[in-house]
DNA sequence: CCGATTTTGGAACAATCGTTCTGAAATAAT
DNA sequence: ATTATTTCAGAACGATTGTTCCAAAATCGG
């Protein structure tokens, strides 16, 4: 009946999410997105809408799989606060390796304020993390490893606020010494 | 010899700050300057450059304001310690009652990565504020108020860091209340 | 009042924005 | 081979971008 698509549209994607989270929403133009992708402008607006769906569809994946990084980091963790600790690690280690700003982060503070699904996405998202971090934290508290004072809900936001600010400082002082002891004190806060 | 200005500079640089606080630099055309600002074209022009330019003397007008008001913020305080309070407190409360996610945190993770004078003026208005706190630090430490185990400068970090963390939680989440324990437990963080 | 200098509003600029459309080439199933 | 659908390159759209320029009005010091 038809010709089928001659490219992978979620590896093209994948091209299109490093360009928005390289330059941010409103810095990406239409035309840097047909040359980075490698696709014709009609095919773009065919496969994935205007410039606007494309890039809800980019933070989603890019949501999705971080998400995902981090329940694998949970699934080695010896015990609950193993675990709290592994990803407290693994946000800083992802803010030293990765070069460039979290894309959640970026656009929470670009879009966030303005663009309702952005801000749902992202919502939706960080919730996700809390709600992980929470159930370990509760666990935690049964094992006698964190106090039994203190609310989980609010250490699960305060870890989550605290990733947010190791990208702030990594961008101001790209420093990755002062981020890991950052990240260190962040662990001693939360068991003790 | 010639005319005088018919406006005040400084008042009308206000207005573009505002403007782009509200809407981040790239949000912003400069026809939603003409028209907030209330000033001709030309006039902007003349009397304070292109646009990167203004928004830069935005910036730092915002940057210094702030940072004279956690000045103040100390110089009301009974101790050290009670200072650190202060100024943790006065974060959160600015977080919850602008309205608007602080301009430096907006401009740091839109421009800071791609433009070298933002980042420049970012980083040493995070370097003053860091500044004040590390002695506030130093003196708690020698007033037995903060353990003299920890860095006074990971701790001052940790602090300002945290005020970035603020803003996203509140920016997600919009609940003053949570808001408000998160910041107390920074308190208890940094105190034992 | 006069001459110098600004302000002002708006026209004009080339460039780019996001988006749509065209028409021809390519490829699939019938 | 025919037909249906997609890809492709690029033209074209009106709107908007940042910036410059111009002539007229306004206001100052002498």
């Known amino acids: 009946m038809a010709r089928n698509k001659a490219f992978e549209p979620e590896e093209k ?10 330059k941010g929403y409103n ?4 035309q840097d997105l047909v040359e980075t992708m490698g696709l014709n402008r009609g095919s773009i607006y065919d496969t994935y809408g205007d410039k606007h769906t494309l890039f809800l ?12 990084d981090y329940q694998r980091t949970v699934e080695e963790a010896k015990s609950p606060i193993k675990a709290v600790e592994k ?9 030293i390796a990765e070069g ?3 894309m959640g982060v ?6 966030a304020s303005v663009d309702e699904e952005v801000h749902a996405i992202l919502k939706e998202n960080t919730t996700n ?8 934290l509760k666990k935690a508290q049964k094992a006698g490893e964190v106090s039994a004072k203190r ?21 101001v002082y790209g420093d990755p010494e002062l981020l890991q002891r950052q990240a260190e004190f962040l662990v001693k806060s939360i068991k003790k």
Do not use: H
């Open 13 to 22: 994607l994948e091209k299109a999410k490093d360009l928005f989270w390289q």
């Open 27 to 30: 810095a990406t133009s239409m």
């Open 57 to 68: 569809q980019c933070l989603r994946s890019y949501a999705d799989s971080t998400f995902e």
């Open 87 to 95: 990803i407290i690690k693994r946000a800083a280690l992802r803010t």
């Open 100 to 102: 460039r700003t979290c």
């Open 106 to 111: 970026k656009s929470a503070f670009e879009l």
């Open 129 to 136: 993390i809390v709600t992980v971090l929470k159930e370990l």
């Open 151 to 171: 609310d989980p809900a609010v250490l699960a936001n305060f870890i989550v606020s605290n990733f947010t600010g190791f990208w702030q400082s990594y961008l």
